[in-house]
């Protein structure tokens, strides 16, 4: 098990674990109980894909007519035989959690994201719902927290969930000032067992990141309530807009491209750890907003949370754009012990015509994942990824490594972040199907954790979802294969490492 807290704060569990033996003991004897890994779906042929798929709006599943204008209006934006592929293999899936009427924007690294949700916190009329793995009481995260009691005093119902050990270093005065504000503040699986009976856990974690307000926005994606996104990958050089479709604009990408790549690829960087992470985050609009909300809802009660959370208000839009979305969540207690998201995604590159582009924090997948990359690398689809050359978990670094070699035999293009922390979670496939949210590829996100993502489909998310990407490609150092190979015992002796301890991490 690997714990990602605050590195500014200190890494919460693993401080405590030093400190402690006997919690230490108790969670070594958890995390080797985690659940086999099932048997991933075989990949489907073409023939096989059904061509259905069932679309909700506001009020429930729509009319066959308007699901129809729905689904061609998506293949009309371009690639119309692979939207239809990827939406076949949704449908496929059996899920039903298909949104239309939605307005995707993705934003880039932390400026962006918490000036849009500072400022949506700042729109709202009825209800407030945050819920993020790390909780932190200092810098743009203490900003936030003082607008939630500003929107409590004025009536606004707002819940904050966080996670007992991702948000372990937080001062418990913080969240007590929230809650003399009138903010309804619950831990989730807190460590003491005494203190909410019933609720109480050490191994499964709620790994989420998630902001509603009222029923009309929604953000999801990797970045935390932590002041080490108080400041962009590239000083601020990088930001996201859109429209309601979905889009990106940006510059830096060819100033950062010449310092990162003087780096070795297999050495750690100088820069810092605690602050100018890269990370990606999704603002939407529409009907998707309530369905998240349900998700919130049922953790809340679960967890036997104090405090009713209000009705859903009604809507400022029946529709908000033209995206249609589905929503990915993991919840390793009920049914299912195998992520969702990890479930498509693997169908997805399985069923890759063109192109597999991943943008990945923790990058420890096991032999499935990697054997559907390599096999559509070798296939002919062009294979990228985007792995840190930095880490917080330096374990999960070495796993990642020990894998390069056989993706980088299959023809797999790798390449390392070096200027900063790489910790987005992102994929798009075939330029139309696009995935942004808060699982890893590690094996603690795959089984382990409540997680939380979105697929945009569409080939106008996938363009905007490519030229992220690239940007990324530039501000980072290229693997090569002969250079790989000569890298010295010590890197090869802690791959070895991270590959037998990857069931843990």
């Not at 108790?26 to 995390?31: I, R």
């Not at 889009?247 to 605690?274: E, H, N, Q, T």
């Not at 993991?330 to 969702?340: I, K, L, S």
Request: proline share 5%; aromatic share 6%; hydrophobic share 45%.
């Amino acid at each position: 098990m690997h714990v990602r807290a605050n590195p500014g704060g200190g890494r919460a569990l693993a401080g405590l674990l030093a400190a402690g033996g006997v919690l230490a003991t108790l969670v070594f004897a958890a995390c080797t109980s985690l659940p086999g890994r099932s048997a991933p779906a075989a990949p489907m042929s073409a023939a096989a894909l059904p061509s259905k798929v069932t679309v909700q709006g506001r009020s429930g599943a729509v009319s066959e007519a308007t699901e129809a204008h729905d689904l061609a209006r998506l293949k009309a934006e371009g690639r119309p035989e692979l939207m239809q592929r990827h939406l076949g293999l949704l449908a496929a899936s059996g899920d039903v959690n298909l949104y239309r009427g939605t307005a995707a924007r993705l934003l880039v690294d932390g400026p962006a994201t918490f000036a849009a949700m500072k400022a949506a916190i700042a729109s709202a009329r009825h209800r407030v719902l945050v819920e993020f793995y790390i909780v932190e009481d200092e810098g743009v995260a203490a900003q936030v927290g003082e607008l939630l009691k500003r929107k409590a005093a004025q009536g606004v119902k707002v819940a904050l969930l966080y996670d007992a050990v991702g948000s372990l270093s937080t001062d418990k005065a913080f969240f007590d000032g929230l809650r003399d504000a009138g903010v309804a503040v619950c831990s989730f699986n807190p460590l003491n067992p005494a203190e909410r009976p019933g609720s109480w856990g050490v191994i499964t974690r709620n790994h989420r990141k998630l902001l509603l307000v009222d029923a009309d926005i929604a953000f999801t994606g990797g970045i935390n309530l932590s002041n080490v996104y108080s400041t962009g990958s590239s000083g601020g050089g990088r930001r996201g807009s859109g429209g309601s479709g979905g889009s990106f604009s940006g510059s830096g990408a060819g100033s950062r491209g010449g310092a990162a790549a003087a780096a070795a690829p297999a050495a750690a960087a100088s820069a810092p750890l605690d602050s100018g992470w890269r990370d990606t985050q999704v603002e939407l609009r529409g009907p998707v907003v309530n369905g998240m909300a349900a998700l919130f809802r049922e953790s809340w009660e679960r967890q036997k949370c104090e405090g009713a959370l209000p009705p859903a208000p009604p809507p400022l839009q029946a529709q908000a754009g033209d995206r249609v979305v589905k929503l990915v969540a993991a919840d390793p207690t009920q049914g299912d012990r195998v992520n969702p998201s990890y479930r498509h995604l693997l169908r997805a590159v399985q069923a890759s015509r063109e192109s597999v582009r991943l943008t990945m924090a923790y990058f420890a997948p096991g032999p499935d994942l990697v054997d559907a990359l390599s096999a559509a690398a070798r296939r002919g689809v062009q294979v990228e990824l985007v792995l840190p050359g930095q880490s917080d978990v330096k374990l999960v670094l070495h796993a990642a490594r020990s894998y390069y070699g056989q993706l980088l035999d299959a023809g797999v293009r790798i390449h390392e972040m070096q200027h900063a922390v790489m910790h987005a979670k992102t994929a798009v496939i075939d330029g139309v199907f696009s995935s942004v949210g808060s699982s890893n590829l590690d094996w603690r996100s795959i089984v382990g954790n409540h997680e939380i993502d979105v697929i945009v489909l569409g080939d106008d998310f996938g363009q905007a979802m490519q030229a992220l990407f690239a940007e990324d490609v530039a501000a980072s150092r290229a693997v090569e294969p002969a250079q790989w190979q000569q890298r010295g015992w010590r890197q090869r002796l802690m791959e070895g490492v991270g590959r037998l301890l990857e069931p843990l991490l």
